[in-house]
């Protein structure tokens, strides 16, 4: 089995019997489904507290600096699978200091027609 991506920055004191792994693996089907130039830590947060916690007075706001760091290293992982989350945004998370993916380039603008050469050239 391989260790979780914040593994070595395990968070203490979950909520409702949550678990490092339990909210990485939360946070990976996130980023997976949603449009990441929405997504911020704070999103992020919120999210995972009515996926996780639902109807719970619980939060997740202690937690944001193990949460930050899960999702940089989530966000790096799925760009090096090729993905660029859910909501095919390609951005980065707002806090986040991941750079946006990589994306393929707005169409050019077509360059001017030949035909227009041509008459530039043949009428000096």
Same mark, same amino acid.
């Given at each position: 089995?391989?260790?979780?991506?914040?593994?070595?920055?395990?968070?203490?004191?979950?909520?409702?019997?949550?678990?490092?792994?339990?909210?990485?693996?939360?946070?990976?089907?996130?980023?997976?489904?949603?449009?990441?130039?929405?997504?911020?830590?704070?999103?992020?947060?919120?999210?995972?507290?009515?996926?996780?916690?639902?109807?719970? #007075?619980?939060?997740?706001? +202690?937690?944001?600096?193990?949460?930050?760091? =899960?999702?940089?290293? /989530?966000? @790096?992982?799925?760009? $090096?699978?090729?993905?660029?989350?859910?909501?095919?945004?390609?951005?980065?998370?707002? #806090?986040?200091?991941?750079? +946006?993916?990589?994306?393929?380039?707005?169409? =050019?603008?077509?360059? /001017?027609? @030949?035909?227009?050469? $041509?008459?530039?050239?043949?009428?000096?």
């Amino acid at each position: 089995l391989e260790a979780e991506p914040c593994s070595a920055m395990a968070a203490e004191n979950w909520p409702a019997g949550l678990t490092d792994e339990s909210v990485n693996a939360a946070i990976d089907r996130l980023l997976r489904r949603e449009d990441w130039d929405t997504i911020s830590v704070k999103v992020v947060l919120r999210m995972l507290e009515t996926e996780l916690l639902p109807g719970a #007075d619980g939060s997740l706001r +202690a937690h944001k600096k193990f949460v930050k760091a =899960a999702v940089d290293t /989530a966000m @790096a992982r799925i760009l $090096a699978e090729g993905g660029t989350g859910g909501g095919g945004g390609g951005g980065a998370a707002e #806090d986040a200091p991941m750079e +946006a993916a990589p994306e393929a380039a707005p169409e =050019a603008e077509p360059a /001017a027609p @030949a035909q227009d050469a $041509a008459d530039g050239a043949g009428s000096e």
